[in-house]
């Protein structure tokens, strides 16, 4: 068998330490209960970090040299993600790591510095009802994923999303309201690949619904890197002199040329 694909998911984990509806949906944690379901995939080995883990967020010695797809879930600290965790994250996508937003990660420090905009959007916190709709079964992260995602309750997010046109659009998701909002999209930044997932408002028991547990371990395992590990050369610029075929003369003028 291949070599496994190292998963850390990563999460604010400050709403499930306060007792309430949250901490009942999610008692070990969001982290936990996406870590659990991907640890029943043989191809996938799992960590888990969070913010308050330590220093460096748990993100820091060795884990994300060991990591090939990290996973966030932030809501209500992304400030206090610190700026050179960011930068590392920045870096480590470049060069092929795969970097998976949930939710309201969508104004997270990571997926802001990789998408280069706002990331803002409109929302609405009225449990409503939501269908995410799979416009994309072609691409890999629709893998037996059904046409409609039917959500009892979940948060509006509606346009406009501020975002870079997706590579790739997955998912469009409809909210009982009215609004239609871009949740599922794809973008490549240097080796890296990215996924930006909309549901999962901590409320609501969304990490729980197997189909949505189904788009996330895809969605891993499309973030994967797959391409050349050569990067000899890569982000040096460098000069071309010479030439696999002889070139004309560089020193002819324009006046020598028959038009
Ligand atoms: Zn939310």
């Not at 070599?3 to 509806?21: A, L, M, Q, S």
């Not at 060795?62 to 797809?69: A, N, P, Q």
């Not at 990571?110 to 009802?129: D, H, I, N, Q």
Request: proline share 6%; with cysteine; hydrophobic share 35%.
């Amino acid at each position: 068998m291949a070599d496994k694909i190292n998963v850390t998911v990563w999460n604010e984990f400050r709403h499930e330490v306060k007792p309430g509806i949250i901490q009942t949906i999610y008692p070990k944690g969001i982290h936990e209960t996406i870590a659990s379901f991907l640890r029943k995939q043989p191809d996938m080995e799992v960590r888990t970090a969070w913010l308050d883990k330590d220093k460096e967020h748990g993100l820091g010695g060795d884990v994300l040299d060991k990591t090939d797809v990290l996973i966030w879930w932030g809501h209500g600290a992304h400030d206090a993600v610190k700026d050179d965790i960011v930068e590392e994250i920045q870096g480590r996508v470049l060069n092929g790591m795969g970097f998976i937003a949930l939710h309201s990660s969508h104004l997270s420090k990571p997926f802001k510095k990789l998408m280069g905009t706002s990331g803002s959007l409109v929302w609405r916190e009225k449990a409503e009802k939501s269908h995410v709709w799979c416009v994309n079964p072609y691409h890999p992260i629709a893998r037996g994923i059904p046409q409609v995602i039917e959500l009892a309750h979940e948060e509006m997010y509606g346009e406009f999303f501020d975002i870079p046109t997706p590579d790739d659009q997955v998912f469009i998701s409809w909210f009982e309201g009215g609004e239609v909002f871009r949740s599922g999209n794809c973008w490549h930044r240097g080796k890296g690949k990215i996924f930006y997932f909309q549901p999962g408002h901590e409320t609501f028991p969304i990490y729980h619904n197997p189909e949505i547990q189904a788009v996330i371990t895809n969605a891993v395992r499309w973030c994967k890197f797959e391409g050349s590990t050569d990067t000899r050369l890569i982000g040096t610029c460098p000069n071309s002199n010479f030439t696999l075929n002889p070139l004309s003369d560089p020193n002819k003028r324009e006046e020598d040329y028959d038009f």
